[in-house]
Structure formats: structure tokens, C-alpha cells
């Protein structure tokens, strides 16, 4: 059990101090400082995977059956893992002796540089399953080709967490096929979440200056140059899952650069709750 | 909902190359699902190479109200045992 200081004792901030004591260990190389780019993408690989883990884990203890529990809980688990390596490196990169929990911890919500989609709420079953479809089939082709990056740290954290999202991948795409050709209800469901979340997928391939930045070095490939094979696999299962693909229209944007709705606020709130009130606490 | 699905037996062999052993069961609507939960459900450390899964309508099983005529025979045989040899000492640990 965590054995968190008692609030009521008047020693926060003696450890607000140990806090940044901890947490400024400004001794360390920053080799990498001067790259702000790097850092921002690094945080937008991150914290896609903090904040669409975090929405995945509110699934546990709340699933239709024990055994999608389970799956849900292991990928919510993949995914923060991800972010640990991904947020670590931004803090490693940044230099400033902010590490991946300081970063997880202790930004707000502008900070943040998640997209859109994987912030919304999870609605109903059909929701949650089709977001994680949307996101991994992108969030596949993305580490597929970072697997080349020119950063030999991208491409290793690419590796490992390639293996875990091509299993999220299939399982999200085989359900979204199930459901979709399944019964009349859960078929309404699933078309009615495609049209609630296809105006959020649009994002996942908009190029701005850091990633035209991370293509020039080679760190990166554009977001744009990812679409291609996101349609073709997006088109596919959804004509499996005899669900219409919607018409291409207006899209909602700015997660990537700290623009979020309403709903991060409410994660973060959550989320962040215990290192704000009592910072440093561990166990 | 789960109460819907069919009931699965779940078969892993682990790491080092031993046989396929039961570890539980759960609900999955087919074997392809089965195998997937069972992933999730039954490796989640580290435990297995392979899974097998069998639906548990198709095992049959022995009847516990015939364990006496089953095993009890057997009870009185100790020549069925291999106790009576001596092992030479350079054979080791059998």
C-alpha cells in the first residue's frame, strides 16, 4: 500500500523542496539541448500514448467480460509503458532534469501535445474500440517507420513498441469487424462512433513545422506520407466490418500543439492528482 | 453477456520446451477469440510459447462417483512402481 504524507501535517513544503531537489538533477549531459523540435515531437509521441492509455485504464473493472478487462488493462499497460520511453527521452533531450514523470505529472493541459481523438471520452464499447482502431492503424505505420529513424534512440523505442501495437491493431480491428458485422445493435453502434470520431482522424495527418523539421534530419517521416496505408487499412476492415466509410469533411485540430477540448482537463485532473497534492510523494 | 459465450479450457507450454498444461479456462464466442484472451488473460508473464485451447463441452471426463472401481485397484500393487531396482550411482538423479 502507498503511505502517502498526511496532508493535515503542515510539512508540504519541505517536500515541494525534496521534490525539486529529486527532480533537478541538472548534473546530467544534455547533449541533445538546443533541439526543441525534437522534444515537442517526442512529447506528442508520448503523450498520445499517456492519454489514450489513461482512457483505456478506466475501462478496468468496468468491461462487458473479464476476458476484454484484462485485454483492455494489458493494453492501457503497453501503452503507458510507451510513453515512459518516449517521455523519458523528451526529458532526456530537453535536458532540463525534467524526467518522464515530470512531464506526465506536472505540465498542464497546454502543455500537452496529444491528439484530440485520443482524448475523448470513451463513450459506449463501440466508442472505446473504434477510436483504438483509428489511432492504431495509424500509430502503427508511424512506428513502422521510425523503426528507420535516423536517431538510433526513436528507432529502438519504435522496435519494441511495434510489436505491442500490431497486436492492439489486430484485436482492434478483428472487433471492430465483429461488431460491425455483427448484430443490428452493435452494427448502429459501431457506424454511429465511426461518424462521431472520423471528424478527430484528420489530425493524425497534418504536417506543421516540427515535423517537417523531424523529416529534414531524418527523425521522423511526415505525417502526411502516413496516410496512404492508414486509408487503405482503414477501408479495408471497415468494408469487412460492412460499416460506410464516412465522407471526407471538415476536421478538428490542434492537440498537437496544446489546443485540447474540454475533456483533457478532466483527465489530467485525474490523473495528476496525487503528485500535485502531495508532490514527490512515492511508493 | 460473457454467460453467452462458450466456455474454453486453456492448454500453455511454457518456456522451457514441457508439455502444453492446463492453466484455467474462460469465455470466448470462438477459438480464434479463445486463443487471443487467453493471451491476455493467461500470459501476460512471460509464461508461455504456445497456446492451446479446446472447448470444454468437447473434453470428457471421468465420473467421480467411479473413482473407487477406477484407482482404488491400483492401490495394492506396489509392484507397479519401479522401487524394487538398484539404480548404479553414475546414472544420478533419475
Redesign the interface.
Known amino acids: 500500500m502507498p503511505s502517502l504524507p498526511d496532508m493535515t501535517t503542515p510539512n508540504l513544503d519541505a517536500l515541494a523542496g525534496q521534490a525539486l531537489a529529486q527532480g533537478g538533477h541538472a548534473q546530467v549531459p544534455a547533449p541533445d539541448a538546443g533541439q526543441p523540435q525534437f522534444v515537442e515531437f517526442l512529447q506528442r509521441m508520448g503523450d498520445n500514448c499517456l492519454i489514450l492509455g489513461h482512457r483505456v485504464s478506466e475501462w478496468c473493472g468496468h468491461s462487458p467480460a473479464l476476458e476484454e478487462d484484462i485485454a483492455l488493462a494489458n493494453q492501457a499497460l503497453d501503452l503507458i509503458g510507451q510513453c515512459q520511453l518516449w517521455l523519458g527521452l523528451a526529458g532526456e533531450v530537453e535536458g532540463r532534469g525534467r524526467d518522464a514523470d515530470a512531464l506526465a505529472y506536472l505540465r498542464d493541459a497546454g502543455a500537452f501535445r496529444n491528439l484530440l481523438l485520443v482524448e475523448l471520452p470513451n463513450g459506449d464499447f463501440g466508442v472505446t474500440l473504434m477510436r483504438q482502431f483509428l489511432f492504431d492503424a495509424f500509430h502503427i505505420e508511424m512506428l513502422r517507420a521510425l523503426r528507420t529513424s535516423a536517431d538510433p534512440r526513436v528507432a529502438e523505442i519504435a522496435a519494441k513498441a511495434e510489436k505491442e501495437v500490431a497486436y492492439h491493431l489486430e484485436r482492434s480491428a478483428d472487433l471492430v469487424i465483429r461488431l460491425g458485422d455483427g448484430t443490428d445493435e452493435s452494427h448502429r453502434r459501431m457506424q454511429a462512433a465511426l461518424a462521431k470520431l472520423w471528424p478527430y482522424t484528420g489530425e493524425m495527418f497534418l504536417d506543421d513545422a516540427v515535423d517537417q523539421a523531424m523529416a529534414d534530419a531524418g527523425v521522423a517521416p511526415l505525417p502526411s506520407a502516413l496516410k496512404a496505408a492508414w486509408d487503405r487499412t482503414v477501408a479495408s476492415v471497415l468494408d469487412e466490418a460492412t460499416l460506410a466509410l464516412p465522407a471526407d469533411g471538415w476536421h478538428h485540430k490542434g492537440g498537437k500543439n496544446g489546443i485540447h477540448t474540454e475533456h483533457l482537463g478532466y483527465i489530467l485532473a485525474q490523473m495528476q492528482f496525487l503528485q500535485r497534492a502531495y508532490p514527490g510523494a512515492k511508493w | 453477456?460473457?454467460s453467452e459465450?462458450p466456455l474454453w479450457e486453456i492448454f500453455i507450454r511454457g518456456q522451457h520446451g514441457l508439455n502444453h498444461r492446463h492453466v484455467g479456462s474462460?469465455?470466448?464466442?470462438d477459438a480464434?477469440?479463445a486463443i487471443?484472451?487467453a493471451?491476455?488473460?493467461y500470459t501476460?508473464r512471460n509464461e508461455g510459447v504456445s497456446i492451446w485451447v479446446v472447448r470444454s463441452n468437447d473434453i470428457t471426463a471421468s465420473s467421480p462417483s467411479e473413482k473407487g472401481p477406477l484407482y482404488d485397484p491400483s492401490n495394492s500393487k506396489v509392484y507397479r512402481h519401479p522401487t524394487f531396482y538398484d539404480i548404479p550411482d553414475e546414472v544420478g538423479h533419475m
Request: aromatic share 6%; no cysteine.
Open positions: 453477456m460473457s459465450w474462460l469465455h470466448a464466442p480464434e477469440m487471443r484472451n493471451r491476455d488473460v501476460r
